[in-house]
């Protein structure tokens, strides 16, 4: 009886062990070099990598970045650049004090004196350490003001109130026949449209959680029209007139530099798979204040950043579009009070959303 | 740090147990006031250290202040300082629940209260002695396992286990094998259908179709009771594995027959306190029907304040309140009468009750009220179906864990090495997906 007893214990142990090693190799050898894992305890690693494509394809893809040619080129690259900043922005996110509000900050359009001395931002004011990210304002312009939403008057000094835009965009439009041959790909945002806003006889390859890598990596979906199958598999066997990419949020924790390499390779790869379709990327929709907290790579400046590198790609048959001139605040975030949760606005807003992609594509002229 | 974090389980733990087996018994006390102390500090300090260090000290300064006070209270007739104390404590929660929305509440806090209040109200009625040593005392009331969201331990059983540590292997086992399905039902099967329920949620409750409503509010009844029936579970089999006995807080309430019964049977710890410590201070049942019921409706009303200073909790109350008034009245004969009846009622109002539960918004709650009759429309019409096929076996899961039958099954296996090697599996079961998921805290936390 005493002998069972401690087989469980010992087993538990034994293997907790294990796991812990393989972890701290994980975590120390492999991922923190790459600028990937910091958040992520040694124990937990063996079991992301095991379920994550999207984690082992970006890990390949940083692992290939560090290349010697690649490398070299990136000394001088922005790439450096970002990948510092990811480890900084992880640093000062664990030491300094989340409690202070991130919400003050980026109300203050950024200034050009704090872009250019982006070290000593955080050093003078050591309590706003979480939302200073002052490097990353030095290669993008802040987002857009909104054109096609009017402009709201602040409540108070941190919150918005959402107006519904007085355009019809349905009406405006390019019509519902427009979205037969759509293709949408992307994450839990797009299976709101699949589920709740469906548009035409567009097809939708989406899942909850999605991500470019692990697009990229081979993930299977599945929608009205087709069974579970990868993407490759999809764009191989069927033709699309336009294909509208809408993927982001799931990447904004990951470096910058691998984003931009898996977003480059999956425009290539639809390119190529579908030579003669008009291709839109969709910009990263914020989500709110409350949402964000302390998380600061949720941040309007951070979003904007990945925002930044999906409009670099535009040109040639591929056009940007940016929902946040839509559901965002002028500060970046979403607007609460059209959000259940915080990341998503709610059902009825999708059919909004959805005529906006409409209105907004045929004001591009497509 | 809650007990289902890879931080907790796979670090904090197996180093505290580590050494707290390692050290003679008579050092037991320190060792786990030490690690509770930890552990309430990286809890309380998870936004700020700092913050961490003030809610350490202010749980300390209480607990010196409690043991004192018990000592003094143990000489008869001081009665006005017991009432005085229990002001002060009481009063102090009250301001702190309400102060910038709760902001200002240590964590735990209201568990930590009732437990130290029955010590005192205890001491005072010379039901129990007053503890001389500090650091049993203080062992006794901060332990980790049910500091953050109770057992609320009867304070005299823990007081004799102090002074007597159990230590067998066969104990730590039936521990860990708590611990184990205990986070199994929260990780594994609560919080995805918590998932389901946010669902709902992101999508909006005027944009739902009633199958989804009615999905959505089963998902979140099982998913409250196994998260907190599975925290329960854990914070015994933690206290069993350091050799104390903490008291079970369910007794599969979704068996009762009546909203009374469900009570009886659901967080009994809490339910007892207000019992003990409220309603037969009042009077009870003994004073005629009128009292009876004014002192239900002040205990249902205590009850719906310490679940939450939100309206919502006020109606929640309110409307069980109500429920146990009409069956102690008159639908208590017909209950009893029928066998099969009386569930449908109690599980009906129960889920019904738990909509102004989980929604705090008035206007919200009445729209996913509507919802769960059919009014207003649905978006999509059949988006209950694709959740059904995602969540079905989760909902059935819950639904068997609901009934006495998983109970019955596991006191089969746990004596044969199926059992062990049941719990192995569920162990990294569970690290897995704790790993791969999100974390998503206890609800009973914020209380």
């Known amino acids: ?366 | 740090m809650q007990f289902n974090s890879i931080e907790f389980l796979c670090l904090f733990l197996p180093l505290f147990l580590a050494i707290y087996y390692i050290f003679p018994v008579a050092w037991r006390k320190y060792l786990l006031i030490f690690g509770s102390l930890l552990f309430y500090f990286f809890s309380a300090g998870q936004s700020a250290p700092w913050l961490g260090l003030v809610w350490m000290g202010v749980l300390l300064l209480i607990t010196l202040a409690t043991w004192f006070l018990g000592r003094l209270l143990e000489k008869p007739g001081r009665g006005w300082l017991l009432g005085l104390t229990l002001g002060v404590l009481f009063a102090a929660l009250a301001f702190c629940k309400v102060f910038q929305g709760g902001a200002w509440l240590p964590p735990g806090m209201s568990f930590y209260l009732f437990g130290v209040s029955a010590y005192l109200i205890d001491v005072y009625r010379g039901r129990l002695r007053a503890e001389t040593d500090l650091g049993s005392y203080t062992a006794g009331v901060v332990m980790f396992p049910k500091l953050l969201s109770g057992p609320i331990a009867n304070p005299a059983s823990l007081q004799y286990q102090m002074d007597r540590p159990r230590r067998s292997l066969e104990e730590i086992h039936r521990g860990l094998g708590e611990l184990i399905l205990g986070l199994s039902m929260k990780v594994i099967l609560g919080d995805r259908l918590g998932s389901l329920w946010a669902q709902a949620r992101t999508v909006g409750y005027d944009g739902i179709s009633t199958g989804f409503a009615w999905l959505a509010l089963l998902a979140f009844a099982l998913r409250l009771y196994l998260d907190f029936w599975g925290y329960s579970l854990m914070a015994m089999g933690l206290g069993r594995m350091l050799g104390f006995h903490l008291p079970r807080n369910f007794r599969e309430p979704y068996r009762a027959k009546s909203v009374s019964e469900f009570y009886r049977r659901w967080h009994i710890t809490l339910n007892q306190w207000f019992r003990e410590y409220l309603y037969i201070p009042l009077g009870g049942n003994r004073k005629g029907t009128v009292r009876t019921m004014m002192n239900l409706a002040i205990v249902w009303a205590a009850t719906g304040f310490w679940h939450g200073v939100g309206g919502n909790y006020l109606i929640w109350a309110a409307f069980l309140c109500l429920l146990i008034m009409n069956e102690r009245l008159w639908l208590g004969k017909f209950l009893e009468k029928s066998r099969v009846l009386c569930h449908i009622y109690t599980i009906g109002a129960i889920l019904l009750s738990w909509v102004p539960f989980a929604i705090g918004d008035l206007g919200e709650m009445t729209a996913f009220l509507g919802k769960l009759f059919g009014l207003g429309t649905a978006l999509n019409p059949g988006d209950a179906l694709p959740l059904l096929i995602r969540y079905g076996w989760l909902l059935l899961a819950g639904c068997l864990l609901a009934t006495p039958l998983p109970r019955k099954v596991w006191q089969l296996l746990r004596r044969s090495w199926v059992g062990d090697v049941a719990l192995f599996v569920l162990f990294w079961v569970v690290v897995y997906f704790l790993a791969t998921s999100a974390q998503d805290p206890f609800q009973y936390f914020r209380f």
């Open chain 1, 1 to 366: 009886m005493k002998k069972r007893y401690l087989a469980l214990l010992c087993a538990i142990v034994i293997t907790l062990i294990l796991v812990t090693g393989i972890g701290i190799y994980l975590k120390f050898i492999v991922l923190l070099p790459l600028g990937l894992g910091q958040e992520d305890l040694a124990v937990a690693l063996p079991f992301r990598m095991l379920a994550d494509e999207g984690l082992r394809y970006s890990v390949r893809l940083a692992m290939n970045a560090t290349d010697p040619p690649a490398a070299a080129e990136s000394t001088a690259a922005p790439t450096t650049e970002e990948t510092t900043e990811a480890t900084t922005e992880a640093a000062t996110e664990t030491t300094a004090a989340p409690t202070t509000e991130p919400t003050t900050e980026p109300a203050t359009e950024p200034t050009t004196e704090r872009t250019t001395e982006p070290t000593t931002a955080p050093t003078t004011e050591p309590t706003t350490a979480p939302t200073t990210e002052p490097a990353t304002e030095a290669t993008t312009a802040p987002t857009t003001p909104p054109s096609s939403a009017p402009t709201q008057p602040p409540v108070t000094g941190e919150t918005w109130r959402f107006i519904e835009p007085q355009i019809d965009f349905a009406a405006n439009g390019k019509g519902d026949a427009w979205f037969d041959d759509v293709l949408f790909i992307g994450d839990s945002r797009v299976v709101g449209f699949r589920d709740y806003a469906r548009t035409g006889g567009a097809e939708y390859f989406c899942n909850v959680g999605m991500s470019v890598f692990q697009v990229m990596a081979g993930i299977q979906c599945s929608d009205l029209g087709f069974e579970a199958q990868s993407l490759e598999t999809l764009l191989s066997h069927r033709r699309y007139g336009k294909i509208i990419i809408s993927l982001g949020i799931n990447e904004c924790g990951y470096p910058l530099s691998s984003f931009r390499s898996a977003y480059a390779e999956l425009l290539q790869t639809v390119k190529t798979l579908q030579p003669g379709a008009t291709i839109i990327l969709q910009g990263i929709l914020g989500v709110t204040r409350g949402y964000a907290g302390d998380r600061s790579y949720f941040y309007p400046d951070n979003l904007s950043r990945f925002n930044e590198v999906i409009k670099s790609m535009t040109g040639n048959g591929v056009y940007y579009i940016d929902p946040n001139t839509l559901f965002s605040d002028p500060d970046g975030y979403l607007y609460t009070s059209i959000s259940g949760d915080g990341c998503h606005p709610t059902g009825k807003y999708y059919r909004m959303w959805a005529d906006w992609i409409s209105y907004a594509i045929a004001q591009l002229g497509i």
